[in-house]
Every structure is written in structure tokens, then in C-alpha cells.
């Protein structure tokens, strides 16, 4: 008998991460929800986006609003 430890990482579906457009209607909504590092956060781990690049789409709709 032979034992594996596997992490949660392993345990994931292995996808691409989403065009940022495609993002921008969850991000949108988590902000109602949550502060805008909280929701932020939550799109990034749950997309595999870029952080960076999902705070700065953040502030812009937040000025827009």
C-alpha cells in the first residue's frame, strides 16, 4: 500500500484563467457585498485572474458608479 499526500491545489480543476470582460459582472456584484479588497480577493482565487490587473477594473467601476 502506497500513500500520496495531496494538497487542495492538487484537488483543483487545472483551467485557463477568464478574459477580464468576463469578470467585470462578478466583480460588480461582489462589491455590493463585500469592501472592495474582500471582493476583489474572492474573483481573483475564484478566476485565477490577476489581482492587480482586478483592482484597477474595481476602482474604475466604483468611480463610474
Do not use: C, F
Amino acid at each position: 500500500t502506497e500513500i500520496y499526500t495531496l494538497s487542495l491545489h492538487d484537488a483543483l480543476p487545472i483551467s485557463e484563467p477568464r478574459e477580464l470582460g468576463t469578470l467585470l459582472p462578478m466583480l460588480r456584484r461582489a462589491m455590493q457585498y463585500m469592501p472592495l479588497s474582500e471582493a476583489v480577493a474572492l474573483v481573483a482565487e475564484a478566476s485565477g485572474a490577476s489581482r492587480t490587473q482586478l483592482y484597477a477594473s474595481a476602482l474604475k467601476l466604483k468611480s463610474d458608479a
